[in-house]
């Protein structure tokens, strides 16, 4: 079964710092450009990071640069989210998305990913 999985979610305290992961199941990321995004209780669905599939382009939503940093690792075909400085306005529920082949991410939020995951919890509070 072809799939996503995001892990790293959790609660943390504002000021703090979480990692995710996303993770293919039955094939590799390698290939894809990767995008995550979040949903707050009662928000829509919004793009926080894109990363090429050559790792060569990357984007970040206004709210997040400077504190967020997409990467990914070829050889764990493993895409990361370091998240730094949580706000509680960070909290969500974040997803990663995979569509096939190079995009530059400049407009990724707009992307028709073939694949989505089952989305991890972030809870920013003290």
């Known amino acids: 079964q072809l799939q996503l999985v995001e892990s790293g979610g959790g609660l943390v305290q504002p000021g703090g710092s979480l990692r995710l992961s996303c993770a293919a199941s039955g094939f590799t990321l390698n290939s894809y450009t990767i995008g995550w995004f979040r949903q707050a209780p009662g928000k829509e669905r919004e793009g926080v990071s894109c990363?090429?599939?050559?790792?060569?382009?990357?984007n970040y939503a206004d709210s997040v640069k400077g504190r967020f940093a997409i990467s990914r690792d070829s050889a764990k075909r493993t895409v990361y989210l370091q998240m730094n400085s949580l706000k509680p306005e960070d909290t969500a529920v974040y997803y990663c998305a995979a569509i096939l082949g190079y995009y530059d991410c400049s407009r990724y939020h707009l992307y028709q990913y073939d694949f989505w995951g089952q989305g991890t919890q972030v809870t920013v509070s003290s």
């Open positions: 990363i090429s599939s050559r790792g060569s382009s990357t």
